[in-house]
């Protein structure tokens, strides 16, 4: 049976929506002591115990609350006067969101390219690079990112994707550029952006209206041209400005 660490761990790299509720200090009598955990996923189900009865229905109901607004707090319950328990006791929890690790699919193992796979693993993304071309990984060290060696419609075939699935285009065409964007953002995704200049960008837009593969608004959501706004020069400034705009729009989820 999993240990409820590991059972969180599996919760950051999936899609599951769940919560950790923890005692953090108790007084009196009670069921449980400081440093019992509890789970509760988005549907009401639970792992773990944090000492069952009105105390435990009461915190599930926090603990979804907690989900629906994606924000942690503390709270404290009184087991007699508040839960009509015989324990007596007060205890006090911390209940906190468990943030799924995010997906980061990077299309274009270029000098960028690269330079971002390298970067955002230290910043807990889970990263697949994608390219075709034969040499695209010659002389990559990227032990912690997944390659993928193929046709970006091929790749995009495979690969799951969800309200965790960052997408960034970074490739050396620009016709493949717009390929990559057309074929992911009728996917469900978290966030989605591409490298180009004005005119570029420009033109991408122009594309997905007329194809009608998106509308004005959800086009204007696209991050294009990606990154923040700085004097990025060397293909690591303009990764940096990159991871910094996932970081702040995975932070903002």
Same mark, same amino acid.
């Given at each position: 049976? &999993? &240990?409820?660490?590991?059972?969180?761990?599996?919760?950051?790299?999936?899609?599951?929506?769940?919560?950790?509720?923890?005692?953090? &200090?108790?007084?009196? &009598?009670?069921?449980?002591?400081?440093?019992?955990?509890?789970?509760?996923?988005?549907?009401?189900?639970?792992?773990?115990?944090?000492?069952?009865?009105?105390?435990?229905?009461?915190?599930? %109901?926090?603990?979804?609350?907690?989900?629906?607004?994606? %924000?942690?707090?503390?709270?404290?319950?009184?087991?007699?006067? %508040?839960?009509?328990?015989?324990c007596g006791g007060t205890v006090e929890l911390f209940i906190e969101p468990i943030m799924n690790r995010k997906k980061l699919y990077i299309f274009g193992a270029g000098h960028c390219g690269k330079a971002l796979a390298k970067f955002a693993p230290d910043l807990d993304f889970d990263v697949t690079l994608i390219d075709e071309r034969y040499d695209a990984f010659e002389g990559a060290e990227l032990p912690e990112c997944t390659l993928i060696k193929n046709h970006h419609a091929t790749a995009i075939e495979t690969l799951s994707f969800d309200e965790n699935t960052f997408v960034v285009i970074l490739t050396h065409n620009h016709a493949y550029d717009r390929e990559i964007l057309a074929l992911t953002s009728t996917k469900r995704n978290g966030y989605i952006g591409m490298i180009g200049s004005e005119r570029k960008v420009a033109i991408a837009k122009k594309n997905m209206l007329a194809s009608n593969i998106l509308n004005e608004q959800e086009v204007n959501e696209i991050d294009m041209p990606i990154g923040l706004e700085m004097e990025a020069i060397t293909p690591q400034e303009i990764a940096i400005s990159i991871l910094a705009k996932l970081i702040d729009v995975r932070n903002k989820k």
């Open positions: 049976m &999993s &240990s409820l660490y590991q059972k969180i761990i599996n919760i950051e790299n999936s899609g599951v929506i769940a919560a950790v509720c923890t005692i953090i &200090s108790t007084k009196g &009598s009670a069921p449980r002591k400081t440093g019992a955990k509890m789970l509760v996923y988005k549907n009401g189900s639970i792992d773990g115990s944090i000492g069952g009865g009105a105390l435990e229905k009461k915190v599930i %109901e926090q603990a979804l609350e907690v989900l629906k607004n994606n %924000e942690a707090k503390i709270v404290i319950h009184n087991l007699v006067s %508040e839960l009509a328990m015989c």
